[in-house]
């Protein structure tokens, strides 16, 4: 009897109306997310001047989102592989616009920090957006259509300055988080047609569902399913993992072992697909992805908010005036909205060198740039000059983030993806959290010569982490 798996029928099928749906209803969860993490460039700020907080309550408004961020990855990704990649993106969603709206209405300052520390949680199952449209994708097109869905992450980052820069100048900054809050609430009537992952209901052993989504997939595409039965081959997924993860030749793997591992993953939750993540099969490759996720977030959040900094900092470290931003200063919009620009680029070439150079050579390549970019600032720099510097650097880490957003869902095994992704992400988020005591308190006590030197010793490091990946997933079929 003839069989076929999901690769070869996602192969066999193509990239067609199917997919472009599943891009669409995730990329505007990646909207959504985009915007809510580009706020914090504006909500510091604006709270700053209303209520009068200090530089280290204005960083901490910006830390407790990616505090939360952090729970987030990881309870979402959990969710995600226990109980499916529909249920985890149906209450992120929830949480997310929930609790975005509600913060609007805060009273003050501390239940301010508190209302966003539970949007950063909602805000953390972002990741699971990225796993499931790819779940959906042939091999032969991922790295393409990745890129293509960092648009959406792009779109929403100039959204919100376009949005803060009308709405603040007409309204004032709870107009401005509600608004915020709105798009993701666009998801919530769609979710009843959304399909689950076919690989996810076939580590389930759920082959029957599996086959009726390809089902769903073949009919909108038009285009007819390799002949035979849905199979889900583990012992492949196994020993692909295990050449892909580790040096074989140093550290020799036993096939079986691997599919105990996984195989307990899957029956025993949270704890043993933990233990399968930092098993000696995949434990270098988990411990590179969680520093270079916490390089590219340190530095990508660390760009967003030194947007709204640096040329400040110029100016008052320089003149010796106290640090002063008001509300009508509408250069924080317009420096912010130039920069967030940065990223199309940045998509564009992180496109091209992927299909090049493949993955790892691209990130460390856009890693080592945006160190470059960065260097000049060690020295105060006329605003224009700052603007063009940031603008390079943005984009170079935009690219970087992507293309690790490509390779770690491509490097672990289906029965473990979701949470895999989502402790590295996770473990990304502890960058951000400690990146606005770097972006804001370090400009703000006119240190910016050592908060420089900080990102871009950080950029080399993840830069040199990048290069000892173990392995190369461009055109590698999808565990």
């Not at 082959?207 to 390809?214: G, H, I, K």
């Not at 295990?242 to 030749?249: G, K, Q, V």
């Amino acid at each position: 009897m003839e069989t076929y798996t999901t690769d070869k029928a996602l192969t066999t099928m193509g990239f067609g109306k199917f997919q472009a749906l599943v891009l669409a209803y995730a990329g505007v969860g990646w909207v959504a997310e985009s915007m809510e993490l580009m706020l914090l460039s504006f909500v510091g700020p604006l709270v700053r001047g209303e209520w009068e907080i200090s530089a280290q309550d204005e960083s901490l408004l910006s830390s407790v989102v990616f505090c939360g961020m952090l729970i987030g990855s990881c309870s979402w990704g959990l969710v995600s592989d226990k109980y499916g990649r529909r249920t985890a993106l149906l209450f992120s969603t929830l949480f997310t616009t929930g609790m975005g709206f509600i913060s609007a209405f805060s009273p003050n300052y501390l239940c301010l920090m508190a209302l966003r520390f539970l949007v950063g949680v909602g805000v953390g199952g972002g990741h699971v957006f990225a796993s499931w449209f790819l779940e959906f994708v042939p091999a032969q097109n991922r790295g393409t259509w990745m890129v293509i869905f960092s648009f959406f992450w792009t779109l929403g980052t100039v959204l919100e300055a376009s949005l803060a820069w009308v709405v603040i100048s007409a309204l004032s900054w709870r107009w401005l988080l509600a608004l915020t809050a709105l798009p993701i609430f666009l998801l919530l009537p769609f979710f009843g047609i959304t399909p689950e992952s076919p690989r996810y209901l076939c580590a389930q052993n759920r082959m029957s569902d599996a086959t009726l989504v390809l089902g769903r997939i073949s009919m909108t595409n038009q285009a007819a399913l390799p002949p035979g039965i849905l199979i889900y081959n583990r012992e492949r997924e196994v020993d692909h993992s295990a050449l892909a993860c580790e040096i074989d030749h140093l550290v020799p793997v036993r096939e079986k072992d691997c599919t105990d591992d996984i195989a307990k993953s899957s029956k025993s939750g949270s704890v043993s697909a933990l233990r399968s993540l930092l098993s000696r099969n995949l434990r270098r490759t988990t411990f590179l992805l969680w520093f270079v996720f916490f390089a590219n977030s340190f530095a990508y959040y660390g760009l967003v908010l030194l947007t709204s900094q640096l040329s400040d900092a110029n100016r008052s470290c320089v003149s010796g005036m106290r640090y002063v931003r008001t509300e009508q200063d509408a250069s924080l919009y317009m420096d912010t909205f130039v920069t967030s620009l940065a990223e199309i680029p940045g998509l564009i070439v992180s496109a091209v060198l992927v299909e090049r150079f493949g993955q790892k050579a691209t990130m460390w390549c856009l890693l080592l740039t945006c160190c470059g970019f960065l260097g000049p600032l060690v020295l105060h720099q006329s605003e224009l000059w700052t603007t063009g510097l940031l603008f390079g650097a943005r984009a170079c880490a935009m690219g970087s983030s992507i293309v690790l957003c490509l390779y770690a869902p491509e490097v672990y095994p289906t029965s473990v993806r979701s949470t895999g992704v989502g402790l590295a992400t996770a473990v990304g988020k502890i960058g951000g959290i400690v990146c606005p005591l770097v972006a804001v308190g370090m400009l703000r006590s006119c240190h910016q010569m050592e908060a420089i030197v900080v990102f871009g010793v950080v950029l080399c490091l993840a830069a040199i982490a990048c290069m000892l990946f173990p392995v190369e997933t461009k055109g590698r079929d999808m565990n």
